[in-house]
């Protein structure tokens, strides 16, 4: 008797340990199941931030949208869908597992879904009243946040600061940091209007030594968490005719044009060396590729984002299932999402007026309009920052690092 008991819990203890490490290696699942008319296709990556994607299929229609959520590998973590046609729009509120609710009223026509709080019709905002018996409210896709203003250019709006990013933005002496807190970071004693040798990466921002005329040997380093500078050397004189590329990760990748020279600066490793030289030359779009003397000295840029997988826009990018689609109206781009599986719903996001300063993180998108910066998750978009100084000079950039 007492050789069988200790059978069984020696067992036991096999047996829950072979649970957890299913669970702490298992990387997801796909599944499909029904809610009423919709066959959803659920697809969880553990590996990409718990992220959730689903793929509803209706009758007559398909609509693609994701979600990053901890639901501790659950499956099946949509409970209802609430759907009704109003005047064309087929419009779609999925309700997920604890009567949760993650993301605005979908709304799709001819092909293009749009958030119901961008509609604003009447006929919609009707419809958007009787949805609170499920616990859905209007006014949580509306931007509510208040304004505090730091000084007569500069503006935050605090209460919409997300948890765990770290924002900042430069001055002409240096950098402020918004992280639920606005510090100051000064990097020069005296203005700096421009510096075109500068550049936000990961959790850092890097900018050449501007005390200097012609040529500088360091570049100063901030880390935008905690505002601490580290100052990283270069054996060679480093031109101020120079540009950055772009990065890949914390490796920062500079083209000096009076040198021809290409310059690879590590933040790790707190060092600078020469990459390639003249004949040699590498850009990066997605992976490695030859470059001609003549792309680098006319400024070409790194893409990490990119794809020919779409044509017609001025800019797409590819971000894990979704591309990102950019297309100029007026004096600005609108921006569409489309997933990959089905690259013509496109779902419309939000408007900017520089699409080479946009920050992906996650299912928060950064971006500039006109002198504010906002950001775009599926509770709509909301203020960050307003600094009335981009009217004169739009030379001051803008970070985010999420923790």
């Known amino acids: 008797m007492k050789y069988l008991f200790k059978t069984l819990i020696i067992f036991t203890i096999i047996f829950v340990t ?23 296709n659920e697809t969880l990556n553990t590996k990409d931030n718990n992220n959730y994607y689903f793929e509803l299929n209706h009758e007559n229609f398909k609509i693609n949208f994701q979600i990053n959520k901890d639901y501790k590998k659950a499956e099946k973590i949509i409970s209802k869908i609430i759907y009704k046609n109003i005047g064309g729009y087929q419009c779609i509120l999925p309700i ?27 006929n919609i905002n009707n419809y958007l009243k009787t949805l609170k018996k499920y616990g859905y409210n209007q006014n949580d896709y509306k931007d509510k946040a208040n304004e505090i203003k730091l000084s007569n250019t500069q503006s935050i709006y605090q209460d919409n600061f997300l948890e765990n990013h770290y924002i900042a933005m430069e001055t002409y002496k240096g950098l402020n940091l918004f992280n639920g807190n606005a510090n100051n970071v000064q990097i020069f004693e005296n203005d700096v209007y ?10 850092y921002y890097i900018v050449a030594d501007y005390t200097q005329n012609y040529s500088f040997k360091i570049f100063h380093v901030i880390n935008i968490i905690n505002g601490k500078q580290i100052d990283i050397r270069s054996y060679d004189e480093i031109s101020f005719d120079s540009y950055i590329e772009g990065a890949i990760g914390t490796d920062v990748y500079l083209f000096d044009k009076e040198n021809s020279k290409q310059y690879k600066i590590s933040i790790n ?8 030289d003249k004949d040699h030359l590498q850009t990066y779009n997605g992976k490695w590729e030859n470059m001609s003397l003549s792309d680098a000295i006319n400024g070409k840029l790194f893409n990490n984002y990119y794809t020919t997988d779409i044509k017609g826009y001025d800019k797409v990018d590819k ?18 999402r489309a997933d990959i599986q089905n690259k ?20 928060t998108i950064y971006y500039q309009n006109g002198n504010t910066f906002y950001y775009h998750t599926n509770y709509g978009e ?22």
């Open 382 to 403: 909301r203020k960050v920052i307003t600094n009335t100084e981009l009217q004169f000079n739009d030379d001051l950039s803008f970070g985010v690092y999420k923790k």
């Open 344 to 363: 013509k719903l496109k779902t419309y996001l939000f408007n900017t007026t520089d699409i080479n300063n946009i920050i992906y993180l996650d299912d």
């Open 96 to 122: 997920f597992k604890n009567s949760s609710i993650l993301t605005d009223v979908m709304c799709l026509k001819n092909n293009e879904i749009t958030y119901a709080s961008d509609l604003n019709t009447t």
């Open 194 to 203: 421009t510096k075109p040798i500068s550049f936000f990466t990961d959790k």
């Open 269 to 276: 490793n707190q060092s600078v060396e020469e990459f390639h």
């Open 18 to 40: 072979l649970k957890c490490l299913l669970f702490l290696f298992d990387t997801g699942h796909n599944i499909t199941y029904n809610i009423g008319n919709f066959k959803i």
């Open 319 to 336: 971000v894990g299932n979704y591309y990102y689609l950019y297309k100029k109206e007026n004096d600005h781009y609108k921006v569409y």
